[in-house]
């Protein structure tokens, strides 16, 4: 059975880093595409970066190119956002986001979301 788990929000004035891990746990799956997700009180949720394992396209957001970057640790099967410079506008909640290649299909998980708070 496939889980995932974040960690890593938190709350952190302007200017500040936080790192978000997702743990995916389970077995016999590899990690196809990977991505980050936030949704903002009164606000839809939207793509905030992805990682395509093949090929390993990498996608940010234009809100935040040069500020946050996406990795994996694939021995670890651990997703992560770095998030660096953060503005008050990165308040959200963060949504990890998988899709899984297993022997005979492929499917798809959210993480349960983890609070970003940037004070001013």
């Known amino acids: 059975q496939v889980q995932l788990v974040e960690s890593g929000g938190g709350l952190v004035q302007a200017g500040g880093s936080l790192r978000l891990s997702c743990k995916v746990s389970g077995s016999g799956f590899s990690i196809a595409f990977q991505a980050w997700y936030r949704q903002a009180p009164g606000k839809q949720r939207e793509l905030v970066a992805s990682?395509?394992?093949?090929?390993?396209?990498?996608y940010y957001a234009d809100f935040v190119k040069g500020r946050f970057i996406i990795s994996r640790d694939n021995a670890e099967n651990t997703v992560y956002l770095q998030m660096n410079s953060l503005e008050p506008e990165d308040t959200a909640v963060y949504y990890c986001?998988?899709?899984?290649?297993?022997?005979?299909?492929?499917?798809?998980?959210w993480g349960q979301g983890t609070q970003v708070t940037v004070s001013s």
């Open positions: 990682l395509a394992t093949e090929p390993g396209v990498v």
């Open positions: 986001f998988v899709h899984l290649r297993f022997q005979a299909l492929t499917d798809r998980y």
